[in-house]
C-alpha cells in the first residue's frame, strides 16, 4: 500500500495544474491555475489607501490578516472592475522570499472550475516582454482562454508586502 501513496500524491498535484478557475476581465475570458487559490469570497468593504497605484482597491481583514486587494481590469487594462453580482475576490497565497503572502484578487463573472487536458493548453506565440504573466491559452468549445500566471502578473512590491506576510 505504501508504494501507491507516491503514485496518486503525483497524479492529484498533476491534476491540480491542470484544474482552472474561469473568469472574466473587461469582457475577455482568463483562467488561473487553483493551485495558489485559498477561498474565493465576494466583494467586501475595502479601506482605502491614499496615494497607491491605481490598481490595489484597498485593504481588508482576512481571518486575522490585513490584506491588500488587487483590482486585476486595473492592473492588465487601466480600467475599474465592474461591480456586478458574480465579481469575486480571489485570495491567493504565494511564497516569496522565505514567508507567504496573501493578496486579493478582483475578478469579474467567475464562473466554475475545469480542469483541462495537457494538450489543451498550449503556449502563446506572442513576445511576452510586455506581459510576462500571460504566456499560455486554453482552447475551449467558445474559443480561446488566457491563462494568467499569477505569480507573474503581481508587481514586486505587491509581493514584498509587510502588511500580507504571515
Sequence with gaps: MDCKLP???SKSEKMAKNLFL????DENRFAVTTDLITEIIPLVSLIEVPKTEPYVCGLFNYRGLTI????????L??????????????????EHDECT???????????????FATEDIVE??????????????IKDKKGEIQIIDIKKLLPDEVKCTAIARD
Design 7 to 9: 503514485y496518486l500524491y
Design 124 to 137: 502563446h506565440a506572442l513576445s511576452q516582454k510586455s506581459g510576462p504573466y500571460l504566456g499560455r491559452t
Design 101 to 115: 503572502t496573501r493578496v486579493g484578487l478582483i475578478a469579474e463573472k467567475v464562473h466554475k472550475t475545469e480542469v
Design 77 to 94: 487594462y487601466n480600467k475599474t472592475h465592474h461591480k456586478k453580482i458574480c465579481t469575486r475576490i480571489l485570495i491567493v497565497s504565494i
Design 68 to 75: 491588500p486587494v488587487i483590482d486585476m481590469v486595473t492592473l
Design 22 to 25: 474561469l473568469f472574466t476581465l
